[in-house]
């Protein structure tokens, strides 16, 4: 099955740090790392909390392209116009990205700015020893590297407040990098970033508006379709349910929205549904996946989009049910897949029409018509 991974590229980091980076245009950039990162033997807080003694920041509608002054970025060699992208995971947020090269390096650093999650989180799918706990401007934070067999990734998120955090990657190609040297500028940069959150004479210029193309979007809807307070595990049918092979659901609230995990089995064949009700651009769902592998497609009238990979074992399925708010059905099958009665895209498909159904009669509007490809 693919990985995909509902994240942005930042942190990301995990995705990027199992070997799925991609390349990214140069602009030229002079060497040198501020200060190296003090590394702890004590692991980052695994809650949102921070130190009381340390202010707590919000991050909510700070515009991450200006954490670095101009200043700044001339001195890591980065290029002059920013690159903001939404967050999959989090609409709230953003992330920004900005090109560097050097004499022996290219690459890109990449902030984001996440309201609902801390900085020990964005790993929880990396062995632990591929993180480190560290300290940036005073804030608990996590790093995470590929180690020295794959120096050019390394990512730290830092906690800056409850459920607020900021990830901050390096992502960089030459035959002189080492992992030192890669966590040395991601946490410089880090460090840059955290120190402007606590200028007073920056609120204004971090907190003024945003980019204007942060909003993506797949196309028109019916109707949106709020999923706040949405329990995801109730929005299958019984019909459905059957002819899917479920056999037993479980339910829990996860960041930004809900989450439904749905086993299920066709006689030696086994299969696993996640349904999530979910603050997420479903647009973005795709951004890193090769395009072969991408379809564009209609349910019920609502703009959705599926990535399978060139096997028949997975597929993740998106649909886009107001801004900043999707559906999300993540399709599993093990064993013997030449025993499969629905290909798995299909079946997340059938998946997901039920929920839209289930969704548009508890609002009161229309139901809507089945799948359309």
């Given amino acids: 099955m693919p990985t995909v991974r509902p994240s942005v590229v930042l942190l990301v980091a995990a ?32 809650t949102g909390g921070v130190d009381v ?17 101009e200043t700044e970025r001339r001195y890591l060699g980065l290029a002059d116009q920013p690159r903001p992208k939404p967050l999959v995971g989090d609409p709230a947020g953003m992330e920004c990205r900005f090109v560097s090269a050097d004499g022996d390096s290219l690459g890109f650093y990449s902030i984001a700015v996440w309201p609902s999650r801390n ?14 706990g560290l300290v940036v401007a005073g804030y608990p934070a996590t790093g995470y590297h590929a180690g ?30 080492t992992a030192e040297r890669t966590c040395d500028e991601a946490h410089g940069a880090a460090e840059r970033a955290v120190h402007a959150l606590l200028d ?28 706040t307070d949405v329990d995801s595990c109730a929005l299958v049918d019984e019909g459905t349910r059957e002819s899917l092979r479920i056999t037993n659901a479980h339910h829990a609230v996860v960041r930004a929205g809900s989450r439904c995990d749905q086993p299920g089995s066709w006689s030696n064949l086994e299969v696993h549904y996640t349904l999530l009700a979910v603050r997420r651009n479903a647009a973005a769902l795709a951004e890193h ?58 079946a997340a498909a059938l998946m997901a029409t039920s929920a839209l159904r289930t969704l ?9 018509d089945g799948p359309r490809g």
């Fill in 15 to 46: 995705a990027l740090l199992t070997g799925c980076a991609g390349g990214e245009d140069a602009a030229a950039h002079p060497t040198g790392s501020p200060s190296a990162p003090t590394r702890t033997a004590v692991p980052s807080p695994p």
């Fill in 119 to 132: 900085g020990a989180s964005f790993g929880d799918e990396l062995g632990p020893e591929q993180r480190y």
């Fill in 148 to 177: 020295e067999d794959s120096p050019e990734v390394c990512a730290i998120g830092v906690s800056v407040g409850r459920n607020q955090a900021i990830a901050v990657a390096r992502f960089a190609t030459g035959p002189l990098l």
């Fill in 200 to 227: 007073p004479a920056r609120q204004d210029e971090l907190r003024g508006e945003r980019p204007g193309d942060l909003t993506v979007s797949l196309g028109d809807r019916p109707a949106d379709l709020d999923l």
């Fill in 360 to 368: 548009a009669a508890d609002q009161g509007l229309p139901l809507p």
């Fill in 53 to 69: 003694d340390r202010e707590h920041l919000d991050v909510a509608d700070v515009n991450a392209c200006a954490l670095l002054t």
């Fill in 289 to 346: 996946a090769d395009p072969e592998d991408v379809q564009r497609l209609s349910l019920s009238g609502y703009p959705a989009v599926w990535v399978a990979g060139d096997t028949t074992q997975g597929c993740v399925l998106a649909v886009e049910v107001d801004d900043g708010q999707a559906l999300v059905v993540e399709h599993e099958v093990y064993l013997d897949e030449d025993s499969l009665l629905v290909p798995p895209c299909e």
